[in-house]
């Protein structure tokens, strides 16, 4: 049985799914891919244990406030996706790296990897925010390929503080 926890967020409605042991699921309302590893309607839990401490998780991340452990983790992937997910997971808070980073650290450990297989496991990331996809930048510095939209890409990194005069931020419309 899945169980689903809907909660606001200054990027919107947000999207948290959960086995009953782990979060296997978060997403942002409308993004690309959006609960796209699961698999049976979930139902709806405000009390599960997992689903509360991920909920505490992102309170204290949006309010900028010390994070308590992250929630136990089970997104669903291939071996590849799942190599890539692990290194955002080594991502400091407030940094970013390059898909190209990625893939230069992956082959240094004997997994072949290109930047675009790098950017396409990072985009179906089931796991937003927790999982930081959103720290993962074009080699030129440009904010892309955040499945949430780029303006929440430049939201997320701007709260925690990463240095956003480095960033090329695309013009695209005005709203989150």
């Known amino acids: 049985m899945m169980y689903l ?18 979060i296997t699921g978060l997403w942002l309302e409308g993004q690309k891919y959006f609960a796209s590893t699961l698999h049976d309607a979930p139902v709806e839990s405000r009390d599960l244990p997992v689903l509360c401490q991920a909920e505490s998780w992102l309170n204290a991340y949006f309010k900028k406030a010390p994070l308590p452990s992250l929630p136990p983790l089970r997104p669903e992937g291939s071996p590849f996706r799942q190599e ?23 082959k240094a450990r004997g997994v072949a990897a290109a930047p675009q297989a790098v950017g396409g496991a990072v985009g179906h990331n089931p796991i937003s925010i927790l999982i930081p996809c959103h720290r ?8 892309t390929g955040y499945a949430g ?13 990463a240095d956003m005069a480095s960033f090329f931020v695309p013009k695209r419309g005005s709203a989150l």
């Open 149 to 161: 939209g780029v303006k929440k890409k430049a939201f997320l990194l701007d709260l925690e503080g």
């Open 136 to 143: 993962v930048v074009g080699a030129n510095g440009s904010l």
């Open 84 to 106: 890539v997910w692990n290194m955002l997971l080594a991502i400091p808070y407030g940094q970013t790296t390059t898909y190209g980073a990625i893939a230069a650290a992956l």
């Open 5 to 22: 926890l809907r909660m606001g967020s200054p990027v919107g409605p947000l999207y948290i799914v959960s086995d009953g042991e782990a």
